[in-house]
T-cell receptor
Framework: AQSVSQHNHHVILSEAASLELGCNYSYGGTVNLFWYVQYPGQHLQLLLKYFSGDPLVKGIKGFEAEFIKSKFSFNLRKPSVQWSDTAEYFCAVNENRDDKIIFGKGTRLHILP | NAGVTQTPKFQVLKTGQSMTLQCAQDMNHEYMSWYRQDPGMGLRLIHYSVGAGITDQGEVPNGYNVSRSTTEDFPLRLLSAAPSQTSVYFC????????????FGPGTRLTVL
């Protein structure tokens, strides 16, 4: 069964620091990959997605992610975080031959002003 | 478009009671799904549907039933609620193709006493 691992459960950074959140998945076939964000009190929103082409994907609010197939990874990055990036971030995977989208356990990001 | 709507927003049940969580979307999406979100567990897929009349189990289907009689609606039924089903429930729908963006509803916070 496919699974998604997010390495960091809780990350605390100061404003302007660089961010990298890890995500690994366990399926060896063709996958579609997603990062979602959940701001406090809100529902999930899509940050970015990868399904083919350039492995470096740019999303909203200055976020980007790199798909490294050999490492089964899809890490999320942002060069300089802001206080408003405080939220919970979820990585999700969908096998190309399946309809299910499986989520990781999430990383709670707290940005200090 | 209203997007994905869920009712109720909050619900308290006693152990053994039954109820239905409603979910509707007005985007003509074929794919719909139900997740539960618990602290430290991320989002876990309960059931999903790829179109009217077609449903399938996700990661944690036990204790929940679904049906999909129309494209728009995808209700989730708890036949005999248990305290372990205390959670926040999110419904989602997805546009065309496996890489389509998944849109989430606002969630239902359910407490089972």
């Amino acid at each position: 069964a496919q699974s998604v691992s997010q390495h960091n459960h809780h990350v605390i950074l100061s404003e302007a620091a660089s961010l990298e959140l890890g995500c690994n998945y366990s399926y060896g076939g063709t996958v579609n990959l997603f990062w979602y964000v959940q701001y406090p009190g809100q529902h999930l929103q899509l940050l970015l997605k990868y399904f083919s082409g350039d492995p470096l994907v740019k999303g909203i609010k200055g976020f980007e992610a790199e798909f490294i197939k050999s490492k089964f990874s899809f890490n999320l990055r942002k060069p300089s975080v802001q206080w408003s990036d405080t939220a919970e971030y979820f990585c999700a995977v969908n096998e190309n031959r399946d309809d299910k989208i499986i989520f990781g356990k999430g990383t709670r990001l707290h940005i200090l002003p | 478009n209203a997007g994905v709507t869920q009712t109720p927003k909050f619900q308290v049940l006693k152990t053994g009671q039954s109820m239905t969580l409603q979910c509707a979307q007005d985007m003509n999406h074929e794919y719909m799904s139900w997740y539960r979100q618990d602290p430290g567990m991320g989002l876990r897929l309960i059931h999903y549907s790829v179109g009217a009349g077609i449903t399938d189990q996700g990661e944690v289907p036990n204790g929940y039933n679904v049906s999909r009689s129309t494209t728009e609606d995808f209700p989730l039924r708890l036949l005999s609620a248990a305290p372990s089903q205390t959670s926040v429930y999110f419904c989602a729908s997805r546009g065309q193709g496996l890489a389509g963006e998944q849109f989430f509803g606002p969630g239902t916070r359910l407490t089972v006493l």
